[in-house]
């Protein structure tokens, strides 16, 4: 986590480094990592269900797309009593209202169901609310291509309501600089200040999971994960406890969603209803680790950063290897189709075929995922063991 | 709705050559359905495995469909010739999926039967993923699509594919016609091979007690393997009448759309019931064409009724029936 915070002075340092371009290619940008930062948080919240109770939500894309269009409505004036000038503060607080009276409806049923019918039908609410968007009039002029804010509102701030000292406005494009960070004179830029702005969020969201995970309803939520037959009959109503859980990352997913549109300020069925969008978190979670809570935003920060690496915009790999190698390399024959197709076909933004192949070989060797197998190698959690762990190695070097 | 539209619908309806052009779309429908959701509900009958890469194998044998057809009819190939080889071109998909099938079942899926099945849904779903970049890589790489249709492809269907046809007062197109009658031959077929053959057998055995046929002394592992390619084959040929049909056709988004047809018919069905897919296959065909019926003819002004109409009806049948139609409660044990 500390890492986190630090990345955008890292990647700023090294970016003006000699090697500057080398990492630009490596590391993903500042405006990628609000993407993990948002992204991550949803993927917190799915394993937060899916990872700790056991239930797979195939359909969290649900929550996340919830969210992120009542941020769009609420600012092009589409929603009744919500205005262009409501705060965005309460605008996530609603999102996550709103997800948890969804999630509360989508549960009530789907928990008569476990195992494959309860993944199958919370993937047909998402797919209903799916085809929905994609065809309600009223979200704009041509709902498939979505909606977007335009430039006539101000940018979403994420703070204290009320208290203007205390507000980071998340401004991708929107103004150049953002002012200053109360109390320390030090100038953000746009894409810093956002990453700030919603990290803020995600830490405090993810705190609050994690506060739960360990609590003793979170100890009830792996009992029922482990047995759950077994915790029927030690007394706990499972029914009730699924659907608090279900609702508790329902809001999270609709906070998440929220913080995508306030950040982006435009959504698409394509990026917030869609199965792959779940499948982005499944992807993150299984990487990271799925009943590891922080896992998921590691994972999706992999994620992004193999996606970054391959991209075909102009920090992605591909443009870099043209740059790089000369014509004569570019134009050699291997096997009948010269170097420079082979990199437009197999490495210009193919990033899913590579994640899907890393994905496949986590489910059948690392099922506990990056954090999980740490966790297990260590005998603990990281940030407790890996210190010490340190600490004896290098006592053990001195000796 | 208004209660004056109401009656409108219903007069409307009533006239017998609306309601033979609804019963004749949901039979095509239907019989693609069936199609497109047995292999995937074979493969849970059997195996308890949730095949998330069903659809993405039905969109590879859209594109195989098409190839084949592609390198063997030319422009003077004759029309009875033509039906010949769209025939081939059936077969031939369906043994080359069949293998697909079967090395994705011994490679990847054999070394997570002793782990919980969330692992198998996930894992199929990493299969997605690379599948549906494979194909994505080759569509480019040979400059296949510009755009969704797949121009070279579509002009070697045989003629009466593309000719139309009344039947019943209804004109319709010979493909629609073609599609109902293939889809009674696969249910037929799969009739056939559950009661008839070994393996057939053995799925029925083991969707009632998975453990009591393993004890039984049935070599499960070669089992699955086959069940596991014959499923995928049946994938593909669906896949190669989807591609000459215009209201899907071939794209890698095909996988995902078939994929959740399936799901929806199989799990409304019941997993793992053969006899449910069929039956659940009739009702979303019917519903379906019901829906686009009342969109096309302005009683809906809702684009998109017929494609949500299948989720509701899913999401209602598991409302009052948990377990799908003809599915037994906790199929597979999870």
């Given amino acids: 986590m500390a890492f986190l915070a630090v990345y955008p002075v890292l990647y700023a340092t090294l970016v003006r480094t000699p090697l500057g371009r080398e990492f630009d290619v490596i590391l993903p940008g500042a405006d990628v990592m609000v993407t993990v930062l948002y992204v991550g948080l949803f993927a917190i919240s799915f394993d937060f269900i899916s990872g700790y109770t056991g239930y797979l939500s195939f359909g969290h894309s649900l929550f996340y797309g919830t969210g992120a269009y009542l941020v769009v409505l609420a600012a092009t004036e589409k929603l009744p009593l919500l205005g262009a000038d409501t705060p965005f503060m309460l605008l996530l607080l609603l999102a996550g209202v709103v997800a948890v009276v969804i999630a509360l409806a989508v549960g009530v049923v789907s928990f008569r169901l476990s195992g494959v019918y309860f993944a199958m039908i919370t993937l047909g609410f998402a797919e209903v609310a799916h085809v929905f968007i994609r065809n309600w009039d009223r979200v704009s002029g041509n709902p498939r291509d979505g909606a977007s804010v335009g430039g006539g509102v101000d940018a979403f701030a994420v703070g204290v309501p009320g208290v203007d000292a205390l507000q980071i406005e998340l401004g991708r494009l929107v103004r150049d600089s953002l002012g200053t960070v109360p109390g320390l004179g030090v100038e953000l830029d746009a894409a810093a200040g956002s990453y700030y702005g919603v990290g803020l969020m995600v830490l405090l969201s993810y705190l609050c999971m994690q506060r739960i995970i360990h609590s003793p309803f979170g100890r009830v939520m792996i009992a029922v994960r482990e047995n759950e037959e077994r915790a029927r009959a030690v007394g706990y109503d499972v029914y009730k406890f699924k659907l608090v859980a279900f609702a508790i990352s329902g809001f999270f997913a609709g906070v998440a969603g929220a913080l995508f549109a306030g950040y982006r300020r435009s959504v698409a069925p394509v990026n917030t209803f869609d199965l792959f969008v779940t499948a982005d978190a499944l992807l993150a979670s299984i990487v990271g680790g799925l009943g590891t809570l922080a896992g998921p935003l590691y994972g999706y920060l992999f994620t992004a950063s193999v996606e970054g690496v391959l991209t075909t915009e102009s920090d992605g790999i591909a443009r870099y290897l043209r740059d790089a190698l000369g014509e004569g390399t570019l134009a050699t024959e291997v096997g009948g189709v010269s170097v420079a197709e082979l990199i437009n076909v197999f490495v210009d933004g193919r990033a899913d075929l590579y994640l899907g192949i890393v994905f496949i070989l986590f489910v059948l060797y690392v099922p506990r995922g990056i954090l999980g197998t740490l966790r297990d190698r260590l005998g603990g959690h990281v940030a407790d063991r890996l210190p010490d762990r340190v600490r004896a190695r290098i006592r053990g070097w001195r000796k | ?334």
């Fill in chain 2, 1 to 334: 709705m208004s209660g004056i539209a109401v009656v409108d619908v219903l007069v409307d309806l009533l006239d017998p050559s609306t309601l033979a052009g609804i019963f004749l779309g949901a039979f095509s429908k239907s019989a693609l359905y069936v199609m497109i959701a047995s292999g995937l509900s074979l493969i849970f009958g059997l195996m308890g495995v949730l095949n998330f890469a069903h659809g993405s194998l039905t969109m590879l044998g859209a594109y195989l469909g098409g190839a084949v057809m592609v390198v063997l009819v030319s422009g003077g190939t004759g029309g009875p010739t033509r039906l010949l080889l769209f025939f081939v071109a059936i077969a031939a998909t369906f043994a080359l999926l069949t293998l697909l099938g079967g090395a994705i079942e011994v490679t990847l899926i054999r070394p997570l039967y002793d782990r919980a099945p969330l692992f198998q849904i996930l894992l199929t779903f990493g299969v997605v993923l690379v599948l549906d970049e494979l194909v994505r890589i080759a569509v480019e790489l040979y400059g296949l699509q510009p755009r969704t249709d797949w121009q070279a492809a579509f002009g070697t269907a045989p003629d009466f594919l593309a000719e139309w046809y009344t039947v019943a007062g209804v004109t319709t197109r010979g493909l629609y016609l073609f599609e109902g009658l293939l889809g009674v031959l696969a249910v037929v077929a799969i009739w056939a091979f559950l009661t008839r053959t070994r393996y057939g057998l053995y799925i029925r055995a083991g969707s009632e007690d998975p453990e009591m046929t393993r004890a039984l002394g049935v070599d499960v592992r070669r089992a699955f393997t086959v069940v596991f390619g014959v499923g995928a084959g049946l994938a593909g040929v669906a896949g190669v009448v989807l591609m000459w049909d215009p209201r899907f056709g071939a794209s890698v988004p095909l996988g995902v759309e078939t994929l959740l047809v399936a799901f929806v018919v199989v799990i409304i069905g019941g997993l793992g019931s053969f006899r449910g897919t069929v039956a659940a296959a009739g009702i979303v065909g019917l519903t379906d064409a019901f829906a686009t019926w009342l969109f096309v003819n302005d009683h809906v002004a809702f684009a998109g009724l017929p494609e949500m109409v299948s989720f509701v009806v899913l999401v209602g049948v598991l409302i009052v029936r948990p377990q799908g139609l003809f599915g037994v409660a906790e199929v597979g044990g999870h």
